[in-house]
């Protein structure tokens, strides 16, 4: 899980949900209208400027993390600690994964790999260590290095992206390309988990047809949420505001063991994706606004619509001294 609150601003978080069902029960299919989520806590992202912005809500304060040249994405927090991928090249030219304090201070390359790109940097829930990618050994893979850049391991021999730590820190979840596209066009990505030491690993979703991304953890480790295209029909048409869509993105949730599937966000006109869970609700980008939703789909925030911040790679910040 890209990890849950934010002590680093003293903020008492508090839920309210109206649904009437906890993070570890089955979702149902949600329903036609979603009832509206009360959240209190704090999300870092990163903003139409490029720049990692955090934001506290229910307020809407907004506040710029990062003021570099050039762009930066993949964003994760614990505590007053910032992690995010540093692309102020472009992408995949040498991209590096850097920290930051909350406020801005403290700005540090921690992977330093000119000849490689690093990305998808996810703390642990100690805050300890952090999972990345790198594709330093030629195709992309998983590594983990402690937060201050040492000690870095390779994880997995395996084509690995994204790596998100369930909440007992004891095993990895990661997205992996598994080669081809499915019918729509999609590359094929899968599922995959792990044990942190990197072995044990198995795949949770083998499906061909739907692409599958960007697993996170809920907060008691019994469910993981995904970005997927496998709610697509075979008679898809785009929607009139995007014709070059080629299928559509949904908020899944699943076991572990990749039994339980629900479709959580299931709206054919949108692109939900990039998810991340807390026990606040599952905090996702829906065509460049942020939304939370509770677990089973009966009841969600559109953030941006609240506040007037939109972003892409929202993650909640995580607790930290």
């Avoid at 790999?113 to 893979?141: T, V």
């Avoid at 942190?196 to 739907?210: H, I, K, M």
Wanted: overall charge negative; proline content about 9%.
């Amino acid at each position: 899980m890209r990890n849950f609150a934010p002590a680093c601003l003293a903020l008492l978080l508090l839920i309210a949900c109206t649904s009437e069902r906890s993070p570890s029960q089955p979702p149902p299919t949600p329903s036609a209208s979603p009832r509206t989520l009360e959240v209190a806590g704090a999300i870092v992202f990163a903003g139409d400027d490029g720049e990692i912005h955090l934001l506290e809500l229910p307020s809407g304060a907004n506040a710029r993390v990062t003021s570099e040249r050039g762009d930066r994405l993949d964003p994760d927090a614990h505590g007053r600690l910032v992690v995010f991928r540093d692309v102020r090249d472009g992408v995949n030219i040498n991209d590096e994964i850097y920290a930051v304090g909350a406020n801005g201070d403290e700005l540090v390359n921690l992977t330093n790999s000119p000849d490689s790109n690093e990305w998808g940097p996810a703390l642990s829930p100690d805050g300890e260590r952090i999972a990345f990618n790198s594709d330093r050994g030629g195709e992309p893979q998983v590594y983990v290095m402690n937060a201050d850049g040492t000690g870095v391991e390779l994880l997995a021999d395996r084509w690995g992206e994204y790596p998100a730590w369930s909440p007992d820190g004891g095993r990895i979840a990661f997205e992996s390309y598994v080669g081809g596209t499915t019918p729509f066009g999609d590359p094929d990505y899968d599922l995959f988990v792990m044990n942190a030491d990197g072995s044990d690993v198995t795949n949770l979703t083998d499906d061909p047809t739907s692409k599958d991304d960007y697993p996170t953890w809920s907060p008691d480790g019994r469910w993981i949420a995904f970005d997927s295209t496998r709610g697509t029909p075979d008679d898809f048409e785009p929607p009139l505001n995007d014709p070059e869509r080629t299928s559509d993105s949904d908020i899944w949730v699943m076991r572990p063991d990749g039994s339980e599937l629900r479709n959580v966000t299931a709206d054919l006109e949108t692109v939900d994706e990039f998810p991340d869970w807390s026990e606040h609700g599952i905090v996702y980008t829906r065509e460049g606004a942020i939304v939370v939703v509770s677990p089973d789909g009966s009841a969600e925030l559109d953030v941006s619509e609240l506040t007037g911040v939109f972003g892409v790679f929202p993650a909640w910040v995580g607790r930290g001294a």
